[in-house]
């Protein structure tokens, strides 16, 4: 725990000035993320509150952490839909499908060893970074949009990107972007955009369950959220100016690379030394 804290029997942190600080700026963080390339909050939320703040309880940290990613991701989604980047009409039919899907993959993922998700979860990770470089020189379709001849597909991937979502329990930014370009073929920067929807949608659903357990830090949410609205007006700036000079999805691409090797390393060393115990 952070020098200064002081937790309750659930784990909440009563915050200094310095911690504060630092849950204002890992929040900044997240909400530059999220507006850059719409995932990646709840992979970086969970590691700060708890190894940078020192929040003592892993599920305060995540239901703390995943009200204030939706926070963060709502902020965001505002960002681009000023700039005119959301297909609302594909947010709300993949963000409906995803929740459902993510009800039946918690229940699933709930019955299988922590650190196999992860390590499942890395690999899953790669595949994806790769097809995403794979398609980088694909510019998308610029009036992509969700009709009927889509649709089906658009539930689809939506239903399956909440099924991994809620079965590894992390990650959905991730899924959720590269699931609406494969659905719709809308260029990467209206994916990112629209993404948010879903990604506010599934932190939110995570939040409440969290929250009627009496699992959230408030002050703590409240602090982050703050610094996440900052960072998250940045994020979405850098990621329209990224988006004209075509180097987004690279950063996509490499982004997932990074949090998939870090992941596999945590993961692998966790199940070998449990092999050797």
């Known amino acids: ?29 997240v909400g530059f993320t999220l507006g850059l390339v719409g995932g990646g909050g709840s992979i970086l939320a969970v590691p700060l509150m708890v190894y940078l703040v020192g929040v003592a309880s892993p599920h ?16 965001g989604l505002a960002q681009h839909a000023r700039a005119g980047t959301v297909k609302w009409r594909c ?29 499942l979860f890395a690999l899953l990770m790669l595949g994806v970074g790769v097809l995403m470089l794979r398609g980088r020189n694909n510019p998308g379709v610029e009036g992509a949009a969700c009709n009927r001849q889509n649709a089906p597909k658009v539930l689809g991937y939506g239903l399956g990107t909440g099924c991994f979502s809620g079965f590894f329990g992390i990650g959905g930014g991730f899924l959720i972007v590269p699931g609406l370009i494969a659905s719709t073929r809308m260029p990467i920067l209206n994916a990112v955009g629209t993404g948010l929807v879903a990604v506010t949608a599934f932190g939110l659903t995570t939040g409440l369950s969290y929250a009627a357990s009496g699992l959230i ?6 602090v982050f959220i703050a610094g996440g609205l900052v960072g998250g007006i940045a994020g979405a700036r850098a ?18 690379f990074a ?16 092999a050797g115990g």
Do not use: E, H, P
């Not at 305060?60 to 902020?75: K, Q």
């Not at 709300?92 to 229940?107: D, E, M, Q, W």
């Open 91 to 119: 947010g709300f039919l993949y963000a409906g499908s995803g929740v459902v899907g993510a009800l039946a993959g918690s229940t699933i993922g709930k019955a299988i060893d922590g650190q196999k998700l992860l390590f």
């Open 1 to 29: 725990m952070a020098c200064g804290a002081r937790a309750d029997r659930f784990g909440r942190v009563t915050l200094d000035t310095l911690q504060y600080m630092l849950g204002g700026l890992s929040g900044g963080i």
């Open 60 to 75: 305060v940290a995540i239901g703390t952490s995943a009200l204030a990613v939706a926070a963060n991701a709502a902020s």
């Open 217 to 222: 830090d408030w002050t703590l949410a409240g």
């Open 239 to 256: 990621a329209r100016t990224l988006s004209r000079r075509g180097f987004l999805t690279a950063i996509f691409a490499g982004l997932i």
């Open 259 to 274: 949090v998939a090797a870090y992941m596999l390393f945590r993961s692998a060393t966790a199940l070998f030394a449990g």
